[in-house]
C-alpha cells in the first residue's frame, strides 16, 4: 500500500491513547548468566545484585502468575502529553515494582524496548540502590514483538519457569480492534499512525485478529486475558479467543497510555489471591471510575479527565458461543420484516467509539465500531414488528445478563451527544455514518470481515452488508 492510503488511521493512538496500530522467537539460555551478560545489564542492577548472580530455576507453585507481554517499539516509549515526555512502559514497570513478585503471584514482562529489541524480567519490589526491582533472564536485541509467535514463546516459558494455580496474560500496546491494515509498504517511523495490536515500528509486524486464536491455543488455557490497548473489547476479537480463557478484560473505546493502575492491581490480588471474577469487576470499576474522577498527573500538572469517554469491561469467553445466536435471530428478524428505517436510525445514532481518522472526522462518519447493545436498543425501539422487538430485548438481556460480567462507562461524546453510561461492555462492526465510503479506505483492511470466525459462526457480516444498503440507499 502507498502512503495515502493509509491516512486514515492517525491522530488519536499518539501519546495520550493506546490506540491502534515472523521471526521465530530466539532461543535463550536458562543455564546461567555469563561474564558479557553481567556487563550488559549492569547499568539495570542493584549494587549487589551480582554478589551471588541467580540461576534461574523453576520456582516452587504460586496462586498466580501475571505475565506482561509490554511492546514499547513505537511511541509508547517516547511520547508527547501536553509538552511532557512519556515513557509509558517504564511508568508501568515502575509502578510493578512498587510491589513486585511476591510469595502468592510472580509478576513477569517481555520489555520491548524501541531501538533495543526485547528483555525479559522477573519483577521484584524496588529497594533503592540494594535492588534495581528486576531479575533479567534474558535479552533479544532482534526480537519482533508483533510476532505472535513471540508472544507463545514468552507464555510458555512463564508458566514453566514461574508454576502458578492460575494465570493472567496482559497484551499492552496499541490495538485497533477487529481491523488489519496492510503494513507491506508502510513508511519508516509509521508510529501511531496504522497499527493492529502489538505493533512493532522497527519490523512493520503486528497481531492480527486472526492469530489471536492460533496465539491462545498454543498458550494453552489462562484464566484471565486483559488488553491493555484501545478498542479491543469487541466481539470480533474476542470471539477469536473464546475457547482459551476464563475472562476478558478491555476497553470498548480509546485506552489512555497511563494504562492499568499495576500497583493498585497487584495489591489488590495479593490481599485475596482467590477472587471471585465479580470482585475482580468491583476493583475494576471502583478504580476506573475514581482514576478519571481525579484526574491524570503528568509531571506536575494534573490532567483533567471528567469529559473524557471512557469504557471498561469484564466479558465471560464461554458466553461468546451463544452470541451467534443470539445475533442471528436479531438480525434476521430484521431482515425478514424490512425494518430500513430501523437500521437507519440504529446506524444514524448508535454510540460510536474512535474513528479511523479522529482529527478530522468529528463526527465519527468513518467511525465503525458502535456498542451492540446500544445499537439493538435503538433498532428495536424504532422497529414495526413485534417479532424484531422480541429479538432485540432477546438480545440486550443476553449482553447484560449473561455476556458482560461487569462494565461502566464514563462521560461520552459531546461533539455527537454519546452517553457512554448506556453502553452495554462490548463493541461491534457497524455500517459506517458516511455515505459513500472512499475506495482507499477499504483498500487498507489485510482481513476481509467475512473471513473473521464471528462472521463464519453469524449472519452478522450479511446483516451489516443490508444495513450499508438500507442506509446507502
Known sequence: MINKNLRFLTAVFS????????????????????????????????????????KPQPMAQKEWT??????????LSDSQLLGLVGKWAEKDIKE??????TDKINIVVEHGIKGKGSRRLLITK???????????????????MGDYKRVVEFAKWAKTTFPAKKTMLVLWNHGLGWIDPKMDQAPSGTGTANK????DDETKNYLRTAQMKEMMKQIGYTDIVMQNACLQQMAEVLYEMKDYAGLFVGSEETMLAQGFDYTGLLNFMNANPAFTHEQ?????????????????????????????????????????????GYLDAFAGAAMRNNETEAAKAAVDRVIRFTSLDPKNDKKKLIAAYADLADFAAILGDS????????AAQNLIGFIRNGLVLRSVGLNGDKENGYDYTKVGGLAINTTMKI???????????????????????????????????????
Do not use: C, H
Open 280 to 324: 475482580l469487576g468491583e476493583y475494576l470499576v471502583t478504580w476506573y471510575r475514581a482514576f478519571y474522577a481525579g484526574g491524570m498527573n503528568i509531571g506536575p500538572i494534573n490532567m483533567p479527565l471528567n469529559e473524557m469517554g471512557a469504557t471498561l469491561s469484564l466479558v465471560r469467553p464461554a458466553a461468546l458461543n451463544e452470541l451467534p
Open 66 to 75: 501475571i505475565m506482561v507481554f509490554m511492546n514499547a517499539k513505537n511511541d
Open 435 to 473: 455515505k459513500k465510503v472512499p475506495p482507499q479506505l477499504e483498500a487498507i483492511f489485510e482481513t476481509k470481515y467475512s473471513d473473521l470466525s464471528l462472521s463464519k459462526a453469524s449472519q452478522w457480516d450479511e446483516f451489516v452488508t443490508w444495513t450499508d444498503a438500507a442506509w446507502r440507499n
Open 383 to 390: 422497529a414495526r414488528s413485534q417479532e424484531t422487538k422480541q
Open 96 to 101: 510493578m515494582k512498587e510491589v513486585g513478585t
Open 126 to 144: 524496588k529497594g533503592g540502590v540494594l535492588s534495581s526491582g528486576e531479575k533479567v533472564y534474558g535479552e533479544y536485541p532482534n526480537a519482533d
Open 196 to 199: 493492529g495490536i502489538l505493533f
Open 15 to 54: 501519546a495520550v491513547t493506546l490506540g491502534a496500530n515472523v521471526a521465530a522467537a530466539q532461543d535463550f539460555n536458562l543455564n546461567g548468566l555469563n561474564a558479557a551478560d553481567i556487563r550488559a545489564m549492569q547499568a539495570d542492577k542493584g549494587i549487589f545484585d551480582f554478589i551471588k548472580p541467580d
